[in-house]
């Protein structure tokens, strides 16, 4: 009975935490997006009637009236919006008036305050401003973040080198400190990566190596290589074969010194455990057709928790100090540059999975509902500041771009009546609007059972996650 009142206690603790955290994150992201409407409205002179955290009935809130705001929170806080005073058909300016129950046409004191009679350029930016500021808090938090804590990055130490690669035929080795390429400083891994991924054709370039106390010079040229990662997204790159990992998990390993562990991983954990604080030879898979094989070192020191099976990290072996990160902190010019390339790397990588999975190449879930938000967003509190302050930054960046989307009831269906206001010179119909809204709330509606119902899914599903 007592384990039953501890499971229960751990469950009601765990889903506390996780709504708590989910519902703190969604009013910062949410609240920052309304407040870029709000600004605009402002701006352009139009009345902003309520601003509500949450949808339903108002549980509390203050101001309201002769054309002040009405600041509310609602019932179900999934969300916002702010209600812009005269947001009807300027060609037949009615509201419905509640005070005395009846339609009634605005005033001419009221027109100059509504929405339907600004110009379209001032209802775009009222429409984008939302959006807009959520991708400037990204860039922000970015920003700021590598230009003060630092940038998570791969110290310079190589724990892992892809067999057959250039870098392995060069002659470089477990455990070499890189210093500098092509005679400059390098401070991470992630310096060398930023030539050697991108260059088209590969260059030759020179290391200089710490190895055992005595400075080597190794030179070698990164080969391209084109294949089908494990989501299903096709890949193009440079290559140099040497990486730097944090942990594996048992399952994703296929052999173990040529013994085939595919599909056991206790058999891998077994192998693995009599080769602690060696150089062995390893398999991981690169996609469902093809495994690479890999020098890598194991040091027992990083794995005492194999010893206990209720510790969470059971499940994978560390090849470094979990608990020792490495961060970079970069020049307030270079953080800019860094956060536009991390945004823009964020979005092709989801226009790419997005089209794998329109083709029906990948398995890798798209949809998150409630459930699965919370988990990532309480997981990444649990990590930490950096973590929980990215996550953040990523989620603003996630409901910029979904707000953008051509939907009507989302911001980028709005835009696209504007837009056709602005390229035919009349607006669209109220009728049409008003089908093209249910429609899109049908879209939007059937969007959020199908991720609510995949969360559901996945959680009575045996977790099989990298």
């Not at 536009?340 to 999975?357: C, D, E, H, N, R």
């Amino acid at each position: 009975m007592d384990l039953v009142l501890l499971f229960a206690q751990n469950a009601a603790e765990n889903i506390f935490f996780y709504g708590f955290m989910f519902v703190v994150t969604l009013a910062i992201v949410i609240i920052v997006h309304e407040l870029g409407h709000y600004w605009a409205a402002r701006k352009c002179g139009v009345h902003v009637e309520q601003f509500a955290f949450g949808f339903g009935k108002e549980i509390f809130g203050f101001g309201g009236g002769d054309f002040k705001t009405r600041w509310s929170f609602c019932l179900f806080p999934l969300g916002g919006y702010v209600k812009l005073f005269g947001d009807v058909d300027v060609n037949d300016p009615v509201v419905w008036d509640h005070e005395n129950d009846c339609k009634r046409t605005l005033s001419e004191e009221e027109l100059r305050h509504a929405f339907c009679t600004k110009s379209v350029w001032q209802r775009v930016l009222i429409v984008a401003a939302g959006p807009a500021i959520n991708l400037l808090l990204t860039l922000i938090i970015f920003s700021l973040v590598f230009a003060t804590y630092g940038q998570r990055s791969k110290p310079l130490i190589i724990n892992g080198l892809a067999v057959g690669t250039a870098a392995y035929e060069a002659g470089v080795k477990i455990g070499d400190v890189f210093i500098d390429m092509d005679g400059k400083k390098i401070r991470r891994l992630e310096d060398v990566y930023d030539f050697t991924w991108y260059e088209t054709p590969p260059q030759s370039h020179e290391y200089t190596i710490l190895r055992d106390g005595q400075i080597k010079h190794i030179g070698f040229t990164a080969r391209h290589i084109e294949y089908i990662d494990k989501k299903g997204v096709a890949k193009s790159h440079g290559q140099t074969g040497m990486i730097r990992l944090r942990f594996i998990k048992f399952k994703r390993i296929t052999s173990v010194e040529g013994i085939s562990t595919k599909g056991h991983p206790e058999k891998a954990r077994e192998l693995l455990l009599k080769n602690m604080d060696k150089n062995i030879h390893i398999k991981l898979p690169l996609n469902d057709e093809r495994a690479d094989s890999y020098i890598i070192h194991f040091p027992s020191n990083v794995n005492a928790h194999l010893s206990n099976p209720d510790d969470e990290y059971y499940d994978r072996i560390f090849l470094s100090d979990p608990d020792n990160q490495y961060f970079v902190r970069l020049g307030v010019a270079e953080a800019f540059g860094r956060s536009l390339f991390s945004m823009k790397s964020i979005l092709i990588q989801g226009y790419k999975l997005i089209s794998v999975a329109h083709k029906g190449k990948t398995d890798e879930p798209l949809l998150g509902g409630i459930g699965k938000i919370s988990q990532h967003t309480a997981r990444a509190a649990k990590a930490g500041f950096y973590d929980y302050v990215m996550f953040i930054a990523g989620f603003s960046f996630m409901v910029a771009i979904i707000n953008l989307l051509p939907i009507p009831v989302l911001d980028g269906g709005y835009l696209i009546f504007l837009f056709y206001e602005l390229l035919r010179g009349k607006p669209v119909s109220a009728r049409i609007q008003n089908i093209a809204m249910i429609i899109g709330l049908v879209i939007l509606g059937g969007i959020m059972i199908i991720a609510n119902i995949s969360d559901l899914i996945s959680m009575l599903s045996p977790i099989d996650s990298d």
